[in-house]
């Protein structure tokens, strides 16, 4: 069987999810040729995060296929609906090329035009975080809303986190949290660290750069936090604060000696906080989708919302009892990837 996936270059959460999914089904039916066309900074980062090594032992190809021209979270006031077609052109002869006997797109919905059949992946839709931004993105919305109201795809996406445009656009296959929970029992979920271990990171998009490098400059001064950047964040700051930040590795290890993560609450890194065992504060910009997030994982009872904290409130939230948070995270229900899969493989 060959599998083409396509992955939305808005950040790297959906190549996150995407890749996690093709681990699982390697894991299942290692026999299977699989195709990731994705935008031009993936292959980096596939490297960076060692899965190009893991799936070389697999019928497995990388192809760039621009995927940051399509639709992202955001654009330039100069964005044309020519370039969306020319992009999504451009991935669909790469589609073709591949010959695929399914084909999975994470959130870019152009694919159904040439491709009806597609399964779409994912937990929000393009058109209700772009809608009323400027002529040329409502074109395109409403070209991609007609396309769902035409074939009403298959969506697969998480239960705990889908906005209200999938369940109404899409025929939505809910699915647990896209990971495995790693390295971490009761016993050890609630030991109290000596010093707050705090992991601040913007994710692949960087809407809140500011709103962050102010959380750090009120943190930096606090001797009882020990803070973890991402690398964008640690090559703004350790010119000139680097004895009181350190980079955060993103090893399994890492993850699991954090108190807090603090962050722009993209799906990505909130997996990783769910499977972990991390609770999170987030910060966001004025789009939906980080809205609708910080909100569920709020109300989930795991997240709080900081955006509009005073430094003094600030620190109350980092120095406070982790232990009711991490419990609502214990009752989280994970090992989505792995149905997700088995959807796909059987579908």
Same mark, same amino acid.
């Given at each position: ?74 654009? /330039? ?186 962050? /722009? ?54 120095? /406070? ?9 214990? /009752? ?16």
């Amino acid at each position: 069987m060959k599998i083409t996936f396509v992955a939305a270059g808005n950040g790297f959460g959906h190549l996150k999810r995407v890749c996690t999914v093709i681990s699982q089904i390697f894991q299942s039916a290692p026999e299977t040729t699989v195709y990731l066309i994705g935008a031009t900074a993936h292959l980096g980062v596939l490297e960076r995060w060692g899965i190009t090594q893991v799936f070389s032992k697999y019928s497995f190809e990388f192809i760039n296929g621009s995927t940051e021209h399509n639709l992202m979270a955001s654009h /330039r006031s100069d964005y044309k609906v020519d370039t969306y077609q020319r992009s999504c052109s451009i991935i669909s002869g790469l589609i073709k090329f591949t010959d695929p006997d399914k084909i999975i797109s994470d959130n870019l919905v152009g694919v159904l035009y040439d491709h009806p059949e597609t399964i779409l992946m994912g937990s929000f839709l393009f058109q209700d975080t772009l809608a009323h931004r400027g002529p040329e993105l409502d074109l395109i919305c409403n070209w991609e809303v007609e396309l769902l109201k035409k074939y009403r795809p298959k969506m697969l996406g998480l239960t705990d986190m889908v906005m209200p445009g999938v369940l109404d656009k899409t025929d939505f296959v809910g699915l647990p949290w896209f990971c495995d929970r790693k390295g971490y029992s009761d016993e050890k979920l609630f030991l109290v660290s000596e010093k707050k271990q705090l992991l601040i990171t913007g994710g692949g998009t960087p809407g809140v750069t500011e709103k962050l490098l102010d959380i750090i400059r009120v943190l930096y001064r606090q001797k009882e936090f020990v803070i973890h950047l991402d690398s964008s964040l640690y090559n703004l700051v350790a010119k000139h604060q680097k004895k009181m930040v350190t980079h955060f590795p993103f090893t399994d290890q890492a993850f699991q000696a954090l108190d807090w993560i603090i962050c /722009r609450p993209g799906i990505g890194i909130l997996t990783d906080a769910v499977q972990f065992g991390v609770p999170v504060c987030t910060v966001y910009e004025a789009d939906l989708e980080m809205q609708h997030n910080a909100s569920c994982a709020h109300a989930l009872g795991w997240g709080l919302d900081i955006n509009d904290y005073t430094p003094d409130q600030l620190i109350q939230v980092f120095n /406070r009892d982790t232990a009711p948070l991490k419990k609502s995270m214990m /009752r989280l229900e994970t090992g989505g990837a792995h149905k997700a899969a088995h959807y796909i493989l059987n579908r």
